[in-house]
């Protein structure tokens, strides 16, 4: 399943809502898709689960819908902290395979 | 506190073998899968190989399957990932990364280890 991410680059400033999508080529078996925040020179960190359970300790704006074939991420207030690339993954067919990225970028 | 750290990582020549492990802390290594992720630098990531918490399934992304060999040592807590026939393409920083319940998402990733293949 390919998974592509738009936009490539969103420029908002602190306090906006970011909404990043995630379509698949297929659909992605019983909402099986995550969500990782990349900050540069760091490891992924998870932000969501099947498509919209927030891992522990990810702040109520970070929020994950859709099914099927169509995903999104938002990101409600932006905090300095949010600004980073994010990265959807799917792990509902094998190989899992991970979008190629949105950076979130302070405008 | 869930810890992962690699090691292993450098530089060799293309055709050439590198051996990564991945040191586990912090929970119960041997119940759980466990993955290797890569990024190429400067661009996005992409999943290596997996083994289940026992160590007998193994999975492989196609590019890798016949050169890279995982395997784990869950009286030593430490996962590892064999690296032979070596090519450009395989420049990387190499993560390791926990799977909660198998063919899952990951919920916690090591800091990385950079390996260059290059002459």
């Known amino acids: 399943i390919v998974l592509t991410q738009s936009p490539g680059t969103l420029s908002l400033p602190p306090g906006e809502r970011a909404t990043l999508s995630c379509r698949a080529s297929?659909?992605?078996?019983?909402?099986?898709l995550a969500w990782y925040q990349q900050k540069p020179g760091q490891a992924p960190r998870l932000l969501i689960y099947?498509?919209?359970n927030r891992a522990a300790g990810i702040p109520d704006r970070f929020s994950g819908s859709g099914s099927g074939t169509d995903f999104t991420l938002t990101i409600n207030r932006l905090e300095p902290e949010d600004f980073a690339v994010y990265y959807c993954?799917?792990?509902?067919?094998?190989?899992?395979?991970f979008g190629q990225g949105t950076k979130v970028e302070i405008k | 506190e869930v810890q992962l750290l690699e090691s292993g990582g450098g530089l060799v020549q293309p055709g050439g073998s590198l051996r990564l492990s991945c040191a586990a802390s912090g929970f119960t290594f041997s119940r759980y899968a466990m993955s290797w992720v890569r990024q190429a630098p400067g661009k996005g990531l992409e999943w290596v190989s997996a083994?289940?918490?026992?160590?007998?399934?193994?999975y492989y992304a196609d590019s890798m399957k016949g050169r890279f060999t995982i395997s784990r040592d869950n009286s030593e807590n430490t996962l590892h990932l064999q690296m032979n026939s070596l090519r450009a393409e395989d420049t990387a920083v190499y993560f390791c990364a926990r799977d909660p319940y198998s063919n899952s998402w990951y919920d916690y990733w090591g800091q990385g280890t950079l390996v260059t293949v290059s002459s």
């Open positions: 099947d498509a919209s």
């Open positions: 083994i289940s918490n026992s160590g007998t399934g193994t």
């Open positions: 297929q659909s992605v078996s019983s909402s099986y």
């Open positions: 993954q799917q792990y509902g067919s094998s190989p899992e395979t």
